[in-house]
Each structure stands twice: as structure tokens, then as C-alpha cells.
């Protein structure tokens, strides 16, 4: 079975929260909250009762990571603290760190 590579300077970002999203804490937990704009979502909100802002809840792992994602913090150390608060349940672990930013990146919730 192929083992995934992470690139090495892929694990050297520093990636950072977009500043346009509204997140806060409660009980540990991140819930980010979403804007839905633009023309389609009016529609949607007035047709469908879409709300005007979505939240979402962080796991546990996630919401640490969160945290964590300062600009000033590359993902190798992010990975380091991770594996040091969550041991084995964070594996396989930088293969789960990197899919996960990259879905937060795929939706503009990080830089």
C-alpha cells in the first residue's frame, strides 16, 4: 500500500484564520459563524428559510487546532502539540492535519 507523503513545505506553513470569519469558544468547543451572502443565499433564505449565518462546531481536535492557527505557528509544531494533548488518537497524524487544513483552506476559513 502507497504510504502518504506529506511535502516538507507544506508542513512549514504558518497558516493563519481568515479574518472575516466570527468564531468563538464555549466549553472548549470552537463554533464558527458563517455569513451566507451573496444573491443565491438571499433566495435561499427568503424560499427556503436558509439562516443568515451557519455555525459550525469544531470537534474536539479540530476546535485545538483552531486555536492554534496564529500565522506565527508552523504546522509541524501545530502537529507536535497535538500529538502531545491527543497521543494516539491523532493518527495517523499529519496526514490528518494536512486534510484538515486543506478543507479549511478549500472553504477560505484560513490563509
Known amino acids: 500500500m502507497?504510504?502518504?507523503?506529506?511535502p516538507q513545505d507544506f508542513l512549514e506553513k504558518k497558516p493563519k484564520r481568515a479574518v472575516h470569519i466570527k468564531w468563538h469558544i464555549e466549553n472548549d468547543v470552537v463554533t464558527l459563524e458563517i455569513e451566507n451572502k451573496g444573491f443565491f443565499n438571499r433566495i435561499a433564505q427568503k424560499f427556503f428559510k436558509k439562516p443568515k449565518t451557519s455555525y459550525i462546531h469544531l470537534d474536539e481536535m479540530g476546535s485545538f487546532i483552531w486555536k492554534h492557527l496564529d500565522g506565527e505557528t508552523s504546522l509541524v509544531d501545530i502537529g507536535k502539540l497535538v500529538e502531545e494533548k491527543f497521543g494516539e488518537k491523532a493518527?495517523?497524524?499529519y496526514e490528518r492535519l494536512s486534510k484538515y487544513?486543506?478543507?479549511l483552506q478549500s472553504y477560505g476559513f484560513v490563509d
Do not use: H, R, T
Request: hydrophobic content about 45%.
Open 91 to 93: 493518527n495517523p497524524l
Open 101 to 103: 487544513i486543506s478543507i
Open 2 to 6: 502507497k504510504k502518504n507523503v506529506i
